[in-house]
């Protein structure tokens, strides 16, 4: 396995993560919060899977996993979590960001 497909499989797991994080984390009695975590978490997982052996600027699933690692670090501050929680979102949706710039930012595999 190369690295661009082990930091796109980290960001999946990441997406995964955010996806279950409503019950995990015990905030499903606010609604807005838990259909904002699910759909962002679905689309961080899809558009990192999609992404896998895809390099360069022009990358569309590069670029959606990367602004949902955005997302991610603003999320907890508009729904008001508690400070562990805010900073494992704000950690991991910075990974999230800079993994995806990582594979942007990466020549493609050459062939042998």
Do not use: E
Request: aromatic share 18%; charged share 5%.
């Amino acid at each position: 396995m190369n690295a661009m497909a082990f930091r796109n499989g980290f960001t999946a797991m990441i997406g995964v993560l955010w996806l279950t994080a409503p019950w995990w984390a015990s905030f499903t009695d606010t609604s807005g919060a838990v259909l904002a975590g699910v759909l962002f978490g679905l689309l961080q997982a899809v558009s990192s899977l999609l992404a896998r052996g895809r390099t360069g600027w022009s990358s569309w699933p590069n670029w959606i996993s990367l602004l949902c690692g955005v997302w991610f670090i603003l999320y907890p501050f508009l729904y008001h979590f508690d400070w562990m929680l805010t900073l494992l979102y704000v950690v991991l949706g910075y990974l999230t960001v800079l993994l995806n710039y990582t594979n942007m930012n990466t020549d493609p595999p050459q062939a042998k």
